[in-house]
């Protein structure tokens, strides 16, 4: 019985730990991995549990399995980085500059259009998530709960992209969380005050509740490069 | 010996007919999958390669597996729809117009900035498959080959992401890739002529290597609604 419940763990564990391992190029791209045996042994995992940990690697576009060639660990252009597993794990390993940048490239392109769609069709009821968390955003900051303030600054974020029902938005919106709770915590280690941006977040929810998609868009676009600002991450 | 080979496609197959049952909606979001005799009896395969199967769907989101509720199909907004293997199945089913539109707005959204970022540091060597693209495109408009045509398009838009040099565009170069192959097949059933935006492809990269990113920019989002227009997936 404790072992029937276990065994999803370890596979978890052994997952995290393989992944992890090419995510930080410990096995380096092109390169084959060890064979099955001395791969159990080290993950402390059966021989089927580990199929199951190379074929979800596989599903993620890590690593190639091939009747002669052996597993393979695939060139960096073919990880999906974008797979909510791969960036957690990604998370906790030392930042990639480039990929944080990339990032931020892509919250300014993604962002602005979905504060536009949002003010084109966004409901009341997708939008009281949005002015939830700016309420808690304002209620945290006077309190100096900046821990909880960030949390809501994520839940504005992402609830806004729901709020567009663009279906690629809203699966861009579990990325963006995540990145985002990994730049916070860069910026609470450095103690700056977070409230530089609080405003404009008002401004960006105005103009969604005034039906501007125009306005909406620049809003969203202006509260961005506050926030980049905010992090100390421009440049 | 031939039984080690198949089995890997045996699984790829199984893998594929489980996903697609549950993409279709013939398993419902929320329903618990058959027993694990039953699956392995409708997909012809052993126990310990459902398992595998199963692991990868949990892997993409599309399943969660719990000791004592079983396996149970997840919400939609919980899949992984940009997961391209997701998406290569979801392609060989009747199209979704919801998400064939979120792709378009998804394109209007990120094609612009990666020209940008494009025109502002991509170096010969990466402008020179959107070039080569585009030479492709000339020439296979004048010969009349539409489809070959509609390949060298596709090459253009994804060598123009990958050009961006951010990896989060890079990693939709995919997902937009397969989007369009998917989009100009829907074309092609109607046999339109593709040739309407081939200017704008040209004007897109006359911006880029005069290395004016406003302009770059302002050229794509102009080229994506003439793209639109001719695919007559608009309004």
């Known amino acids: ?51 199951e940990v190379m074929k979800v690697l596989v599903g993620k576009g890590l690593i190639s399995s091939r009747p002669r060639a052996g597993t393979v660990v695939l060139s960096r252009d073919q990880w999906n980085i974008l797979d909510p597993d791969l960036l957690n794990w990604s998370m906790e390993l030392p930042p990639d500059p480039h990929f944080v940048m990339s990032l931020i490239e892509a919250r300014q392109a993604i962002e602005p259009a ?25 209620i945290n900051l006077k309190e100096k709960d900046f821990v909880a303030f960030n949390v809501a600054d994520i839940d504005f974020h992402t609830a806004l992209l729901r709020a567009s029902k663009n279906v690629v938005f809203v699966q861009m919106s579990k990325t963006i969380g995540t990145a985002l709770g990994y730049a916070f915590r860069m910026t609470i280690a450095r103690s700056r005050e977070p409230g530089g941006s609080l405003a404009m977040h008002g401004e960006v929810i105005a103009a969604i509740l005034a039906r501007d998609p125009a306005l909406a868009q620049e809003a969203m676009t202006r509260l961005l490069n506050i926030a980049i600002l905010d992090l100390g991450l421009s440049g």
């Open 1 to 51: 019985m404790s072992i029937a419940k276990a065994r999803p763990r370890v596979h978890k564990h052994a997952l995290r730990t393989l992944a992890q391992r090419i995510l930080t190029g410990e096995v380096a791209q092109g390169q084959t991995l060890l064979p099955e045996s001395e791969l159990c042994e080290t993950l402390g995992i059966g021989r089927s549990s580990l199929r």
């Open 114 to 138: 979905s504060a536009r769609l949002a003010a084109m069709r966004a409901s009341a009821a997708d939008l009281a998530p949005v002015e939830a968390a700016y309420a808690s955003m304002c």
